[in-house]
């Protein structure tokens, strides 16, 4: 039987009898698993300490004929988000969203970067800057479709390549459309909310150190959040 050892982020933990639990993780070498951690829903287990969503821990664990979770040493257990509700809200949407979306065993150094990116920015600039969770949510989800190949269209016209006049989005078709294409259960969209999302898609964390970049983003958030609810339930139907 042989130990395998990662780093890796918790994304979900759910009870199984009475003293188990599964606990999913995305992890830097293996990518996404589900290991079985024995005895840590009694009180005084230890290993459940190091277990809280968000947390970045050391895991090692065997593959028999069920996996499971031997060891656990957390890394860092990113205490502003656990003290914030807010914080913690969003990190738990940011984990649920890869866990629905990432197969198992599918190693992916793009969305390990972008989990790491996402909590350490989220961690250090919270007390700073509260809103910061709302732009992290969307920069996340953003960034996520991109990885997965799943961005929408928004350089023109999907249908025509018409750079002007483009009003409207349609889920449908995952782009922006002109009037001459446009539905009437199409999206309308201004230009200031074609480039938030522009930039979330399209710029790197770096660029969100000003607050102007951020603030931009803020102002159309109700919009953009919508946006995302609806983009990834029509991208899902399209999965299944």
Not at 55 to 69: A, D, E, G, N
Not at 123 to 150: M, R, S
Not at 177 to 186: A, E, I, L, R
Request: aromatic share 14%.
């Amino acid at each position: 039987m042989e130990d395998y050892s990662t780093l890796a982020f918790v994304l979900k933990q759910e009870p199984i009898k009475e003293q188990d639990r599964n606990y999913t993780f995305f992890t830097q070498k293996f990518g996404k698993i589900t290991l079985l951690a024995r005895g840590t829903r009694k009180i005084n287990a230890k290993l459940a300490g190091h277990l809280e969503l968000p947390s970045l821990v050391q895991i090692q664990f065997t593959i028999s004929q069920r996996p499971r979770l031997t060891s656990a040493l957390e890394k860092f257990s990113f205490p502003v988000i656990k003290k914030n509700t807010k914080a913690l809200t969003v990190a738990f949407l940011i984990a649920d969203l890869v866990d629905r979306f990432t197969l198992e065993k599918q190693v992916d150094a793009e969305i390990w970067k972008l989990l790491s990116d996402a909590f350490y920015f989220l961690e250090e600039n919270f007390n700073k800057y509260p809103e910061i969770a709302d732009f992290v949510w969307l920069y996340f989800n953003a960034q996520f479709l991109e990885i997965l190949g799943l961005a929408p269209f928004l350089e023109g016209c999907i249908e025509c390549g018409k750079t002007i006049d483009n009003k409207f989005f349609s889920f449908e078709k995952k782009g922006i459309v002109c009037s001459k294409h446009s539905q009437k259960k199409d999206r309308p969209i201004t230009s200031s909310q074609k480039r938030a999302l522009n930039l979330l898609f399209n710029s790197s964390l770096q660029r969100f150190s000003q607050p102007s970049y951020i603030q931009e983003i803020l102002k159309e958030k109700k919009y953009i959040r919508k946006f995302f609810n609806e983009f990834t339930l029509a991208v899902k139907a399209d999965i299944i």
